[in-house]
């Protein structure tokens, strides 16, 4: 399938930022809006506790599928507030389902698959919580994949090394990896990056 | 961190759930080695005897971090560029550990040739490893050539053991009895 091809439209609910949202069926307790004091501004663990009275103002929720056991793909609503992840059943429920904590994970963009039950391509996005536990989320277009890793790479604080600097050449070969040649995009300042593969190195190392 | 003009500056540092990226102050020379290589192995004692003090400037600076490099050669030194004023700098701490004033280090670490004996006899050991390798890197500035290598590593692990330093190539007759003497204080 080709970018911008919406197979499954109809079935896809309208992703919303809930602040904004001014459709009804967005009820206080999720939104948070009938709480009322926009001057708070409620910080990830102030909030801690309060998860059914209301979510951070930034709270960001959309469609998403994870998939079962039995590689099926199963439809969930997500939604990111502050660092935490809540999955629900469906769009409206109080309850969530399952719920991810962000800190110090890792966000990866994963390459296109087709899903065989879906019968159309779809655009995974991982979380890896490190040393060996991981989640994947999967959208039915590239935009929504887009928007959400933009979302989830600004709560986790990911700041993308390739958007700093322009690898070139390769200098070298040192102890524990390549080393390549890369400028700075916006000040041209010319440094060596050492890549270091976390494989390679033994957990005794990393302390 | 460590911010001294004779060890390779860090810059930034990245990761990914993969990879680290280690963002490096940029060398426009080579290796030491290549810088030797390329003069034929022949240096002055007064242009070794530079690049040897801001070495050891830069070895003394770790150590009074606490820092062991540990894995001291000739290709882990980058010099900044290639003209007779380049400045060499210390790269690579891949090896390098932190140790307390008493504490002593014993993973067997380093690079044939450089290594110090007491590493090689599995002792307990300390910051004056980095003091041999950084010997061998004299020697092999000024006689382009280890105090202690063999074709065969048995031999060299032998010669670092139990060799007396040798000043037998006939380059050595052109080089003063100091620094010698400070070549017999190292090794």
Redesign the interface.
């Known amino acids: 399938m080709i970018k911008g091809q919406h197979l499954n439209i109809n079935a896809l609910a309208p992703e919303t930022i809930l602040i904004n949202d001014p459709s009804p069926d967005a009820t206080p307790q999720e939104g948070g809006l009938g709480s009322g004091d926009n001057s708070l501004n409620m910080q990830p663990l102030q909030g801690f506790g309060e998860y059914d009275k209301g979510l951070d103002e930034s709270a960001y929720s959309g469609q998403l599928y994870l998939k079962t056991k039995t590689e099926r793909l199963k439809e969930h609503w997500g939604t990111l507030s502050g660092n935490e992840l809540y999955f629900y059943r469906k769009h409206g429920d109080t309850e969530h389902r399952l719920m991810h904590i962000l800190t110090g994970t890792f966000i990866k963009e994963m390459p296109v698959e087709y899903s065989e039950t879906e019968e159309q391509d779809i655009y995974p996005v991982k979380i890896v919580l490190p040393p060996n536990k991981s989640r994947i989320l999967y959208f039915m277009t590239q935009e929504k994949q887009a928007v959400w890793l933009k979302k989830l790479r600004e709560v986790v604080g990911d700041s993308n090394m390739f958007d700093y600097y322009n690898l070139e050449d390769n200098i070298g070969k040192g102890q524990f990896g390549l080393v390549k040649l890369a400028t700075h995009r916006k000040n041209g300042q010319k440094v060596a990056i050492k890549i270091v593969n976390k494989k390679d190195m033994k957990p005794i190392e990393i302390y | 961190m460590a911010q001294h003009p004779n060890i ?1 500056g860090l ?2 540092l ?14 426009q020379g080579k290796d030491m080695f290549d810088y030797i290589q390329i003069r034929n192995f022949q240096l002055s004692e007064k242009r070794v005897k530079e690049m040897a003090f801001q070495i050891g400037q830069a070895i003394r600076y770790l150590h009074n971090y606490g820092i062991v490099h540990r ?1 001291l050669k000739l290709e882990n030194v980058m010099m900044s560029d290639n003209t007779e004023a380049s400045v060499p700098k210390l ?2 701490f ?2 390098a550990k932190m140790i307390g004033p008493n504490e002593k280090a014993s993973e067997p670490f380093g690079t044939l040739g450089y290594v110090a004996p007491e590493i090689l006899k599995k002792q307990p050991y300390s910051f004056s490893c980095d003091l041999w390798s950084f010997g061998c890197i004299i020697y092999a500035l000024l006689s382009g050539s280890l105090p202690f290598d063999h074709e065969s590593q048995k031999e060299t692990i032998k010669m670092t053991l139990n060799k007396k330093l040798e000043f037998d190539l006939p380059c050595w007759s052109n080089f003063t009895p100091e620094c010698k003497d400070l070549l017999v204080q190292l090794l």
């Open positions: 390779v810059i930034d990245f990761e990914n759930c993969d990879y680290y990226y280690i963002i490096l102050e940029f060398m894995d790269v690579d891949g090896l």
